[in-house]
């Protein structure tokens, strides 16, 4: 299993950052796809219309969100552990992502992933 970490800044408050990864509808509005996904710890979530979803493990609002998360293709009963961090970063945001438990062979794929499918999106939503 492998490990990796990114870190990366939004030009907008925390509360806003935090509500678009946990808000489905503005989860759905900023990836383009459909989304389930609540601030409730123990809920289901998924994302992508489904291509990937866990459960949710912790929510501390506008600090903390832990996943466990996996897409569909990865073989059944497999879950990578999804934790993200938010920090105040002047008036913006610093979010730090850290993803363990991640087959081999898969880091690379998912570190394109975060920032194709998640930070490019999210940071044209935010900041338009």
């Given at each position: 299993m492998s490990a990796f970490t990114q870190e990366i800044t939004f030009a907008a408050p925390v509360g806003d950052v935090f509500r678009a990864l946990?808000?489905?509808e503005q989860h759905s509005a900023?990836?383009?796809a459909p989304a389930e996904i609540t601030a409730d710890?123990?809920?289901?979530?998924?994302?992508y219309g489904g291509a990937i979803h866990g459960r949710t493990?912790?929510?501390?609002?506008d600090q903390r969100l832990v996943q466990a998360w996996r897409p569909g293709n990865w073989e059944e009963g497999v879950y990578?552990?999804?934790r993200i961090e938010l920090q105040p970063a002047g008036a913006g945001t610093r979010l730090t992502l850290h993803?363990?438990?991640?087959?081999?062979g898969t880091q690379e794929h998912l570190e394109a992933g975060w920032h194709e499918r998640y930070w490019q999106p999210l940071r044209a939503h935010l900041e338009g």
């Open positions: 946990t808000n489905g900023f990836t383009g710890a123990g809920a289901a979530w998924s994302a493990i912790e929510v501390v609002t990578s552990l999804v993803h363990s438990g991640c087959p081999e």
